[in-house]
């Protein structure tokens, strides 16, 4: 891996220099073996001709809007990111048991017009004390600088597929290495001491080929705060590890929001119980991100006599009137819920849980579509989802977002 250069971090410049091409390497590159190549969703700006007039008025139309939709969307995303964020990157294990917790600060700029848009973003890593500190002598924080790669209408289509929902302010990602996010781990946990060794002592890195790398991001409702929420599947298909990012916008905090690791796990689930109502949106996965449905739902998670675990979620499609409905029952053990379909549910502090596939190399073999999902319940009585859905292949092909009360 790549030296990360440790330095003490100045105030973040308020514009920073957007023709600044220096980057960090990621540590390691990945060919995703549940991925294929696929036609992008900016084909029709894309697909050449024979002649001019093998184009018609009606076909350069649809080609103009749609690419207007798309820089539009993009500008939208980068508007909702701009900034300066304060914040702390929580790791957690499968089981939702806290592994580590690292502070960040993360400034956000763009640069560029139209289509040549790009956001820009530079990741604060505050490093660990020194082993070599003198004793009595206060030392200023020492932060490593990471340059994450840009997002741009090439890199959004092909390599992020971004979902994004612009009124409701939430996203997901694709990745293809979990490399920013092993520098984290190894600067904020380690820093000086990280040799960049494989297998470095007491420290659980994601895999160096993870067949998933998803992030979802959900922003606040009452304050200028977002939960960006990270599955690492490890090569087999199996979740190795839960990352958060909790950030709220710079305004002279001295100290990240953190998620509370109450000891009293158990209690986890308890908010979640209990009648849900609300709305669903889905979106195709790429920057024109068209909505192919919405639809009112109605969700049920409680505990039976036995003390299994019942998700019961009715959807009534907005339009068709078509109704269906799903349940799952399950077992809960500490913080996990495994349903007997193959999903799992781990809940973290902070009113949140994480849900995936218990196994998605199963389902990709037996060819089934799977889903990822990320809830935040911020407040009693309100919260959100966000749904990132596979196809058979293992490609992000469309995201969900919900709005629920509890009823």
């Known amino acids: 891996m790549a030296a990360i250069r440790s330095i003490s971090l100045p105030p973040l410049p308020k514009s920073p220099n957007p023709y600044r091409t220096r980057h960090f390497p990621a540590s390691f590159s990945n060919p995703n073996p549940f991925h294929r190549s696929i036609s992008s969703f900016r084909s029709p700006k894309t697909r050449s001709t024979n ?6 008025v009606e076909e350069e139309n649809q080609r103009r809007t749609q690419e207007s939709m798309g820089i539009d969307a993009l500008q939208r995303f ?7 964020w304060n914040g702390s990157f929580h790791q957690f294990d499968s089981l939702g048991n806290l592994m580590n917790k690292v502070s960040t600060k993360l400034s956000v700029s763009s640069y560029g017009e139209d289509e040549l848009v790009s956001l820009i973003q530079t990741l604060y890593i505050k490093q660990p004390p020194s082993s070599t500190s003198i004793s009595g002598y206060d030392h200023e924080p020492e932060w490593a600088e990471y340059k994450i790669k840009e997002i741009n209408m090439f890199t959004a289509d ?3 597929q971004i979902g994004f929902f612009p009124n409701e302010r939430a996203f997901c990602l694709r990745y293809q290495t979990a490399g920013m996010l092993e520098t984290v781990l190894r600067q904020g946990v380690l820093g000086e001491d990280d040799t960049g060794e494989e297998s470095p002592k007491n420290l659980k890195l994601p895999s160096r080929w993870p067949s998933i790398v998803c ?7 009452e304050k200028d705060m977002r939960a960006r929420a990270f599955h690492i599947m490890d090569p087999k298909g199996i979740l190795e590890m839960l990352l958060v990012f909790l950030e709220e916008r710079d305004d002279g905090l001295l100290f990240p929001p953190l ?6 796990n158990t209690n986890r689930i ?10 669903s949106m889905t979106k195709r996965s790429g920057v024109y991100g068209a909505t192919i449905a919405e639809a009112d739902t109605v969700s049920l998670l409680e505990v039976d006599a036995n003390g299994r675990i019942i998700q019961d979620i009715t959807s009534t499609s907005r339009g068709s009137n078509i109704t269906t409905n799903v349940q799952w029952k399950g077992s809960i053990s500490d913080n996990l819920v495994t349903f007997n379909g193959g999903f799992q549910l781990t809940f973290l502090p902070g009113g949140m849980y994480m849900g ?7 389902s990709v073999a037996e060819s089934k579509s799977f889903h990822l999902e990320f809830c935040w319940l911020e407040s ?18 469309s995201s969900t977002y919900f709005s629920e009360t509890k009823i």
């Open 270 to 279: 308890i908010p979640f119980l209990g009648k849900w109502k609300g709305h």
């Open 51 to 56: 002649s001019p007039s093998s184009t018609t």
């Open 215 to 221: 992030e979802n991001c959900l922003y606040s409702q």
């Open 356 to 362: 995936c596939p218990c196994d998605v190399a199963k």
């Open 259 to 264: 998620l509370d690791d109450s000891k009293d």
């Open 380 to 397: 009693p009585g309100k919260r959100q989802r966000l749904v990132r859905t596979y196809d058979v292949e293992g490609l992000a092909v």
């Open 158 to 160: 092909k390599y992020q």
């Open 78 to 84: 980068i508007d909702l990111n701009l900034g300066k």
